[in-house]
């Protein structure tokens, strides 16, 4: 009966006819709707799950047809030539397969044709089934109507009677309709350098973005949008977006087929992939949501960034705003101790920051990167009392105490490690690559993940802990698992990750207040899968202002301004380039903002500047982060920045400008604004009066949109914002 009660709760409500899903018998077709778009697919004439159709709202009966497997000829077949739902490797087909086997009895075929569907809710379950044997592919589709989003993952169940090894399964395969003409957007990036948003035309053959470092990864991140003939502006344009929910290694094959079929399969990566499955055993794919919109780009992020909002963060039920907070690693780094952290929250307290987060060094042997990681205990001489005479100040300042942590990893010089070698990630005998002095615990193993589980509930059920940073600061090498059989030790790509999520989920369940903020080297681990346990991410180790318009930028693509925290840090940073301030301060408002600087080293006049924009920005911070984002002008192709962010109710806007660099004394163009009523009277507020070239403060929303603002800026790196208000 619970099995049943909770099986029915994971389906959502259930509606007799639910507009968002329906089969129609007759023509043996499933049909998914959202607000704006259609998905059809269909079982056709060999039998075969077959993609029909993914665009604009189809809306009369007899805009569906039955699904026909495609003609064959000599060198294809006409299921090789059909564009199946989730094809297996088996039969002539040739292209990037969904499934691929070894069965134990050495067949490496498989053959996957519709055996029932099941239609509950805003869910479809399709079922494929081997030609021969018993295995089993279910397909689960989940409608977000409102979003515009699709959410589909597979389950493989091995029913036969011997062992099965997975060694490719892909969440999905998305089609696009026939032809050549496509564009793929996606980020790319390295450590201090993340989600540069990276077009290029899809060609024929196969273009693949992938991680193989054990998490998400720096260098490419599982998003993608597609649009098609390169047509889509941020305003306009048919846009085919998605994102993959998984934290460990993943790929996207985005393929144009010698017949012009143009697709991207994404799922776990299939390198080094082996997942054997003992009979009645099952492996399940990460999820990969997608949607389709036709106004362009803009319109594609809004709907991830709502969706993200509404569906997948943990506060989803209640959204809430993020708090401004301060972080100590820039000014401190490893030299963290009682006085010095109560001197920093007594400044930081007086500029309005709410959560007061200490970094790196609080623990162990922890002087510098080269020792410590892994014992958790707090450093008696740099933290005499405890931790509790310092979050005891913090918390009579009136902020909330925050902490770092590196739980998944080690140093070899560390207490635990000299008591469990054996628990970092090796091969025996082998070298154990160390990154940035550090080898990774093994956290597939159920008694590291308990011990683990163990240490972290222990320090927040001691201290009144309120947010954790967690980070991981490595990618994987010599991947082994020697505890298992040898043909069992690659399960390490998935077990590791869907253990990490269990202490995610467990800490959570039993410290129902904390909020995390995941980090790995910066933005290492930032997708729909750690997004679902955590409040915000760190998005990069780069705090350089001006390098951070491109990061920014990027990510606004795929991931909410929301839990894009973003420090103000000292000058010159990392690139040795300096910008001013307030300038710094603006940048670091387009998302969540942090403070990171030493403000120790402060002037007077920088105090005074820092309070007045934490006061602008919490009067605009439900807008920034829970309102919806335009992209005016790029930092990628122009020499102006400008984004835009209007809050839910259409009442509030803010909207922010950057120079990039003086030349010749040109005007800054105009900025035209987006997403306002027309027909409203809008109240201007500019932070600095004298930036605003525009006499009135009282304007039409067709003034803004359509005759624009003009600023004043001069000299490299100056900075504007204005703030909008509806007059009722
Ligand atoms: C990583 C993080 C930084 C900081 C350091 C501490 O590099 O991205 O923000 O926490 O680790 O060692």
């Known amino acids: 009966m619970r099995t049943l009660i909770s099986f029915l709760l994971l389906l959502g409500p259930l509606t007799a006819a639910s507009p968002a899903v329906r089969w129609i018998d007759s023509m043996k077709l499933g049909v998914l709707e959202t607000d704006r778009s259609s998905y059809v697919l269909g079982v056709n004439d060999l039998g075969y799950l077959q993609h029909v159709y993914w665009g604009g709202k189809l809306t009369r009966p007899e805009d569906f047809a039955p699904a026909r497997a495609a003609a064959a000829f000599a060198f294809e077949s006409r299921e090789g030539m059909t564009s199946e739902e989730y094809p297996a490797w088996g ?74 090894v997975i060694e490719s399964a892909q969440s999905a395969v998305w089609h696009l309709p026939n032809g050549g003409d496509y564009r793929l957007s996606h980020l790319a990036g390295r450590w201090a350098g993340e989600t540069q948003l990276v077009q290029e035309n899809i060609a024929p053959g196969k273009k693949v973005i992938e991680s193989r470092r054990g998490n998400t990864s720096h260098q490419a991140n599982p998003w993608f949008a597609i649009d098609a003939d390169g047509e889509a502006s941020q305003e306009r344009g048919r846009v085919w977006f998605g994102a993959l929910a998984w934290s460990g290694n993943w790929k996207f094959v985005v393929e144009q087929t010698p017949n012009q079929q143009t697709r991207l399969t994404g799922g776990y990566n299939d390198f080094d992939f082996a997942y054997p499955l003992k009979p009645g055993e099952q492996l399940e ?111 009579g300042l009136g902020m909330k105490f925050g902490l770092w942590v590196e739980p998944e990893m080690v140093n070899p010089d560390s207490d635990l490690y000299r008591q469990h070698p054996d628990w970092a990630i090796h091969f025996p005998g082998r070298p154990r690559t160390e990154g940035r002095n550090q080898l990774i615990l093994n956290m597939a193993r159920d008694d590291v993940k308990e011990f683990i589980f163990a240490l972290l509930d222990k320090l927040l059920a001691e201290n009144n802990i309120a947010f ?171 020499n102006l920045t400008a984004n835009q962010y209007v809050s839910s109710d259409g009442r509030q806007a803010v909207l922010f400008a950057f120079l990039h660099a003086q030349q010749f004394r040109y005007n800054a163009p105009p900025v035209y604004l987006r997403g306002l009523d027309e027909n409203a009277l809008y109240k201007l507020t500019p932070l600095d009066e004298k930036q605003l070239a525009e006499r009135a403060r009282t304007v039409s929303g067709a003034y803004l949109m359509h005759r624009g603002l003009n600023f004043r800026l001069g000299g490299d790196f100056d900075s504007a914002s204005v703030l909008i208000e509806r007059v009722p």
């Open 91 to 164: 039969g002539m087909r040739y292209g990037e397969p969904c499934l691929r086997v070894t069965l134990a009895d050495g067949v490496r075929d498989a053959v996957l044709k519709y055996q029932s569907h099941e239609v509950r809710g805003d869910q479809l379950r399709v079922t494929l089934r081997d030609i021969q044997t018993g295995l089993f592919a279910d397909l689960i589709y989940r409608v977000y109507a409102r979003h515009g989003l699709i959410a589909r993952h597979a389950v493989i169940r091995n029913q036969t009677k011997q062992s099965v």
């Open 285 to 395: 794919t990460p999820v990969f949501y997608a949607g389709y919109t036709e106004e362009g780009f803009g319109d594609a992020s809004r709907r991830m960034h709502r969706f993200q909002r509404e569906e997948i963060l943990p506060d989803r039920a209640a959204p809430k705003v993020r708090p401004v907070l301060y972080n100590s690693w820039e000014a401190t780094t490893f030299q963290v101790d009682e006085a010095g952290q109560k001197a920093l929250a007594d400044k930081a307290a007086k500029i309005g920051v709410e959560l007061f987060v200490m970094d790196d060094g609080w623990f162990g042997a922890r002087d510098h990167d080269r020792a410590g990681l892994g014992d958790w205990f707090v450093n008696p001489k740099k933290f005499p009392n405890g931790l509790k005479a310092l979050i005891d100040h913090v918390n």
């Open 468 to 638: 954790i940073k967690w980070d991981m600061n490595r990618h994987f090498t010599e991947p082994g698992w020697p505890q298992l059989p040898a043909p069992e030790q690659r399960k390490i790509w998935v077990k590791y990750v869907t253990n990490v999520y269990e202490i995610f989920d467990r800490l959570r369940a039993k410290h129902p207040k904390l909020e995390i903020e995941a980090c790995s080297g910066g933005g290492g681990r930032v997708d729909l899968g750690i997004l679902r346990r955590v409040d915000q991410v760190w998005t990069s180790d780069n705090t350089e202002a001006f390098d951070r318009l491109t990061i920014q930028d990027g990510f606004s693509y795929a991931y909410t301004p929301k839990v894009m925290m973003d420090w103000i840090t000292d000058v010159p940073n990392m690139n040795g380039r300096s910008t001013p301030l307030k300038y710094r301060f603006l940048v670091s408002m387009m998302g969540s903002v942090g403070i990171g600087a030493n403000l120790n080293h402060w002037s007077p006049s920088d105090f005074d500047l820092a309070s007045r924009m934490v006061a602008y920005y919490k009067r605009i911070r439900a807008t920034v982060q829970q309102g919806s984002l335009y992209r005016l002008s790029s930092p990628r192709t122009e």
